[in-house]
């Protein structure tokens, strides 16, 4: 085994090869029981981060874990439960979505942004889902959905989550 060895910075080149047509629309917006998960990405200073791209994935409202090919490829009716937002020029993501299930739900979302040596991860949970010690990971119910804004240093900045790697 070869030890390991530095990152590198994910962007912002990123944004030539990963987006694709549909990639926020886990659902069609049409459809009645679709909800926006939706919100910015900010830098310190409070700032507009406005080339990150965010991967969502989700449980189905009925709590399982969707086990289906075709994120890349939708075709209006099959739910994956995975999806691709890029910020626009004011930070700002959407997700076209369903409400996820399961007794704490949340959506686990990952930022790639320019200067950032690797993804983060962080949890987006639906209002009164959160754990007492993630309080601060409460998406805000609106008209829309949900809003969620990721803060990537500073003062407010969002909690992010590691995990153990083999």
Request: proline share 9%; net charge negative; glycine share 12%.
């Amino acid at each position: 085994m070869t030890a390991p060895t530095p990152g590198q910075t994910v962007g912002p080149f990123f944004g030539f090869a990963l987006p694709y047509d549909g990639d926020h629309q886990l659902v069609p917006p049409t459809r009645p029981d679709a909800i926006r998960l939706h919100g910015r990405v900010l830098d310190g200073a409070g700032d507009p981060v406005p080339d990150a791209i965010l991967d969502l994935w989700q449980a189905a409202p009925d709590g399982t874990v969707p086990q289906v090919e075709g994120s890349l490829h939708r075709d209006g009716y099959t739910f994956t439960g995975w999806g691709r937002a890029a910020t626009d020029r004011t930070g700002r993501y959407q997700f076209t979505t369903l409400r996820p299930g399961g007794a704490a739900p949340y959506f686990a979302i990952a930022v790639f942004a320019r200067g950032l040596l690797d993804r983060l991860f962080t949890r987006a949970y639906l209002p009164g889902a959160a754990p007492a010690a993630l309080r601060s990971l409460e998406a805000v119910a609106d008209d829309r959905g949900f809003g969620f804004d990721i803060r990537l240093q500073g003062e407010d900045e969002t909690v992010f989550l590691s995990f153990a790697r083999d």
